[in-house]
């Protein structure tokens, strides 16, 4: 959780590991380009923190914070 305290909204961001399954297109996208920009942030689980990353093609999803890294 530390690591999204250092990203802001607007912040460039790479996507370093997806500990959960994900749909195949968001996999495609993540392997031709795994960078993104830090739209907001959700709570998750009740009591972590997510990273909703804008992608490329226009694709938002959300990350776990240790998922991330600033680019």
């Known amino acids: 959780m530390a690591q999204a305290a250092t990203v802001n909204v607007g912040s460039k961001v ?3 590991r997806v500990r ?7 996999v ?3 392997q031709s ?3 993104g920009t830090v739209k907001g942030f959700r709570t998750v689980d009740g009591q972590g ?4 990353v804008d992608l490329t093609g226009g694709r938002t999803a959300w990350f776990f914070d240790d ?3 600033p680019a």
């Not at 959960?20 to 968001?26: G, H, Q, S, T, V």
């Not at 923190?49 to 909703?52: F, M």
């Open 28 to 30: 495609s996208v993540l």
């Open 14 to 16: 790479r996507i370093v």
């Open 20 to 26: 959960d399954r994900i749909p195949a297109d968001l």
């Open 67 to 69: 998922e991330i890294a």
């Open 49 to 52: 923190i997510g990273v909703v």
């Open 33 to 35: 380009d795994p960078s």
